[in-house]
């Protein structure tokens, strides 16, 4: 494949760090490096020294945390997805938009092919790949890992310092991280055996929960229509509340998850996630729902989450259906509006209360005392006619 210029989803990372000099080797063309910032912090500052370093013509940095949050993260939340019961989709959520990013670039510079650094095995490079093709049918697509030599992350150090090129691991701590607003991962070293705990220098967004403090911490979250909108009685926009979030969920120990899950190319791996804002925040969602959301619809929205969570994390964001069960979510979500408040605690996060102006519980039908509302003579009609097609097989077989 003959290119002249290509555009590189870059993180500044151990893979994205070789792929400037292998592919200027490979190809002999221009690289344009683009960093999407998904609310990596402190990773950004030091890239465009590096970037250059590493022989990119030019980097661009894209702050696109707003649009992560409103655009991305919300619509996620609302939808209650959460993949195989435990991730909160962090990694998977951002692929999208930073894609997205990479090819509205290479529409700006007129490059003739995109790349990315994930790896044969992961999830990454279909979730990269299916958008770019959504959004670019045409787009050429150069993904490294899927035809340069090397095999190992060892291999990959070996490579940067053979070029002078610094990376962000040593062959002593090896692990591969991906960090936004919404979670950090820890992947591979030690991690790979699913029997090794996690040790507690690992983490980074979060307290080990044996270390946070004796005393809980209590947090009131505030909704409108499904939407965090603040907490403690003051109003936020996304990024600084989930910014709050973290570091405040992240002291108690809050948000950490050891996950062995199932990837979408066919098997399992082991990841380590710190999602401390985002724990908070999904467990104060469903508890609001609880309240303002009727049996049918609440029961029915679960079975929506499992398939948004399914389309995120398998790359499926710019689809039919994806827009589609958005559009049945923000109608489920009308009343959800009220007041969460949540008990964080050594790594525990437990709701101690919750208040929206269009409950649906009403103390006066749950009460164990005396009311003048329900007439307990009418759920002896109610059991007789749900219970009767078993009256009747049974008749059947007492006659049989």
Same mark, same amino acid.
């Given at each position: ?123 990454? +490079? ?72 996690? +040790? ?132 489920? +979500? ?41 007439? +307990? ?22 006659e049989d």
């Open positions: 494949m003959k290119v002249n210029k290509v555009v590189l989803a870059y993180s500044g990372g151990l893979d994205t760090s070789i792929i400037i000099p292998w592919l200027k080797e490979k190809y002999d063309c221009e690289v344009i490096a683009v960093a999407v910032d998904v609310g990596q912090g402190e990773e950004l500052e030091p890239l465009h020294e590096k970037a250059k370093k590493s022989g990119a013509s030019k980097l661009y940095i894209e702050d696109v945390r707003e649009e992560f949050v409103t655009e991305y993260l919300w619509p996620m939340l609302k939808a209650n997805a959460i993949y195989e019961g435990r991730y909160l989709l962090g990694t998977s959520i951002a692929r999208p938009l930073i894609a997205k990013k990479v090819i509205e670039i290479a529409e700006k510079e007129g490059a003739d092919a995109v790349c990315h650094g994930c790896t044969g095995k992961g999830n990454d +490079q279909v979730r990269f790949e299916l958008t770019f093709r959504a959004l670019k049918p045409d787009v050429k697509i150069i993904a490294p890992w899927r035809e340069w030599e090397i095999k190992s992350r060892e291999e990959e150090i070996e490579y940067a310092l053979a070029r002078g090129i610094e990376v962000p691991v040593t062959k002593e701590r090896p692990y591969s991280m991906d960090r936004n607003l919404w979670h950090l991962s820890h992947e591979g070293a030690d991690l790979e055996d699913p029997w090794n705990e996690p +040790q507690d220098d690992l983490y980074m967004l979060t307290v080990p929960p044996h270390k946070a403090p004796d005393n809980p911490t209590y947090v009131e979250i505030m909704f409108e229509q499904g939407i965090p909108v603040g907490f403690d009685g003051e109003k936020l926009d996304g990024v600084t509340l989930i910014e709050r979030l973290n570091k405040i969920a992240g002291e108690n120990g809050v948000g950490i998850t050891d996950i062995v899950e199932n990837r979408l190319v066919g098997m399992k791996s082991r990841g380590v996630y710190e999602t401390p804002g985002g724990t908070v925040l999904f467990k104060a969602h469903q508890e609001l729902e609880q309240l303002t959301l009727d049996r049918f619809t609440l029961h029915y929205k679960e079975m929506i989450a499992l398939k948004y969570a399914e389309l995120v994390y398998n790359g499926f964001w710019f689809t039919t259906l994806r827009r589609a069960l958005d559009a049945f979510v923000d109608e489920t +979500q009308k009343n959800v509006t009220g007041t969460v408040r949540m008990k964080l605690y050594k790594g525990n996060c437990t709701v101690a209360g919750r208040k929206a102006k269009r409950s649906l519980y009403r103390e006066d039908l749950a009460t164990f005392g005396e009311d003048q509302v329900y007439d +307990q003579k009418d759920s002896e009609g109610f059991i007789k006619l749900l219970g009767l097609p078993l009256w009747v097989e049974a008749m059947v077989d007492k």
